[in-house]
């Protein structure tokens, strides 16, 4: 494993993007932060920069106007960055696959390293994923 | 002294929403602000002509996760509001049950993030946890945390069992408690007075003039509230109190919107205790031609939702007006003036919410002719036949 992402598995900042979601998604990202899930104890922080991030959270299905501000924001993120697609949403445009103004899913768009299902997933289920997602880049999975 | 401009957004750490801001200041005054939207436009009311009624519910529930019931409801009244029916009583009671935990968990999960707007983190911490609990009643009520999936036009979808309700009535007794620690400590501290009052001052002239909604215009003074003044569900059988107050500022609007947690608290316990027995759903089969017009008080406010039937399985037009939209204009008078350090908290003062507001893309073209795909076909085939008149190929 590279170091910089072995440095990185210790404690992940994520950044939180929203890409045209309905809320739920990113209220229970924000659920995941406070005291019942705590996400914290696994080192993970929201950061305030993509500059700081480690890990982008995507939540949203991509509209026109923000996919362009997704693929900027993606190429300003320090490499290695991790993608995680939150909800259906930015999974498969879930709901909004057939609305003129949702063109591409995200993994079209930007390198995506995990997916969490669900509409919104539930914080344990977020939990799970971002778990998953460490187990697997230390190659335990 | 030449004014700057401060852009907030539209990936803005602060807010969970893309929207963009643009202040003007002079100096550390704000003296103008625009708001730019659209990054969450996804086409809904589109989306809803493309499903049947029924299917359309789901798509409307999606709108906003936060208002994830104020959208069905009145999208659901709006259906039976062509054909016309009364829903049966006990769909009634079940919805409003439904719409009150929705204020209670919208209201606490914005005055978490006041909390944390103003630095008081713990606030933040403290709030959210608590609402925790109330997402674990509507889980117990809906099978759902959120996007409840409760509504469909004539009832609704899953009825609360009668087993459940001494176990809901105590989960929500329990968070009275608390609720009554974090208002005394709100009313209490000095800080929070310093900070909150006489800052974003909304008149009750200019809440009149601009339109406000709910809260927002319930904390100037404004007694505006649909299920007051045109009751619906089952607002109209239950004794709650409309919570009204008088100055305008921040602080009012928190107030207001901690007491109104009091009343839904009141509102949900009685309609959950005094349910009627009977059937839930309707099972309309048909919509008839015509238009219907339905509105719900979502925790922000009004929401109003307009749907065209011409007969066939689907609407053929369906329009939404989200509170926000009505709330968003008011910035002008209540950010204009402020310090940008005050100007965080007065924009998130009305609790927008933007995903409700993104419904159309007004397009100013300025006199320029802009070109469909359709006008692009018609202008290609166009060049094709000229080209044969040319050539004398008929
Ligand atoms: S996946 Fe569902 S909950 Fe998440 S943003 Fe999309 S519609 Fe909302």
């Known amino acids: ?141 | 002294m030449p004014k700057s401009v401060i852009p907030i957004g539209p990936y803005h750490p602060l807010q969970e929403e893309p929207e963009f801001f643009t202040l003007t200041v002079d100096g550390e005054t704000v003296v103008d602000i625009d708001v730019q939207v659209g990054y969450n436009h996804r086409g809904i009311e589109k989306l809803s002509e493309r499903r049947t009624f029924d299917q359309s519910t789901f798509v409307i529930e999606r709108i906003c996760g936060i208002c994830s019931t104020s959208h069905p409801f009145a999208y659901t009244r709006a259906v039976e509001d062509i054909i016309p029916v009364e829903v049966p009583e006990r769909a009634k009671y079940i919805r409003t049950i439904i719409a009150e935990g929705e204020r209670i968990h919208s209201h606490l999960l914005w005055l978490g993030l006041a909390g944390h707007f103003l630095g008081y983190n713990t606030l933040y911490m403290w709030v959210w946890k608590l609402r925790e609990e109330i997402l674990d009643v509507m889980e117990i009520l809906s099978g759902n945390r959120n996007n409840y999936a409760m509504f469909k036009p004539g009832g609704v979808r899953r009825d609360i069992k009668s087993e459940d309700i001494p176990l809901v009535i105590k989960k929500i007794d329990s968070i009275v408690p608390t609720l009554d620690r974090l208002k005394k400590a709100i009313l209490d501290d000095p800080v929070l007075h310093a900070r909150l009052k006489g800052i974003g001052i909304l008149t009750r002239e200019d809440a009149i003039d601009y339109g406000a909604l709910g809260p927002t215009s319930r904390a100037s003074g404004v007694a505006k509230d649909v299920r007051k003044d045109a009751p619906y569900g089952a607002y109209d059988k239950v004794e709650w109190d409309m919570i009204v107050t008088e100055t305008g500022d921040v602080f009012e609007k928190v107030i207001v919107r901690v007491l109104e947690v009091y009343e839904s608290i009141k509102i949900m316990k009685t309609c959950l205790l005094n349910l009627p027995e009977g059937e839930i759903d309707l099972n309309i089969k048909d919509i008839p031609p015509g238009e219907g017009i339905g509105s719900a008080e979502a925790p922000r406010g009004e929401t109003f939702h307009y749907v065209r039937s011409d007969g066939t399985n689907r609407p053929a037009r369906h329009k939404v007006r989200a509170p926000t939209f009505m709330n968003l204009p008011t910035f002008k008078v209540t950010v204009i003036g402020e310090t940008i350090s005050d100007a965080t908290i007065i924009l998130a003062a009305i609790d927008p919410c933007y995903c409700c507001t993104e419904r159309m893309a007004v397009r100013n073209t300025k006199g320029k002719k802009i070109y469909h795909g359709q006008d692009l076909i018609r202008l290609s085939q166009e060049k094709t036949e000229h080209i044969k008149r040319k050539m004398g190929i008929k």
């Open chain 1, 1 to 141: 494993m590279k170091l910089t992402l072995k440095a990185l598995l210790k404690s992940p900042w994520v950044f939180h993007l929203s890409t045209g979601s309905c809320n739920n998604c990113d209220i229970e990202i924000l659920d995941c932060l406070t005291p019942r899930f705590d996400i914290e104890r696994f080192g993970m922080l929201l950061a305030p920069s993509i500059k700081h991030a480690d890990v982008l959270l995507v939540t949203g299905s991509c509209n026109r106007k923000s996919a362009i501000r997704l693929k900027r924001l993606y190429e300003q993120a320090p490499k290695p960055c991790l993608v995680v697609a939150i909800g259906e949403c930015s999974l498969s445009r879930g709901m909004f696959i057939h609305s003129y103004n949702c063109p591409l899913p995200l993994d079209k768009i930007i390198p995506v390293d995990a997916y969490i299902p669900g509409c919104p997933p539930k914080p344990e289920a977020i939990l799970a994923g971002a778990l998953k997602l460490i187990q697997k880049i230390k190659g335990n999975l």
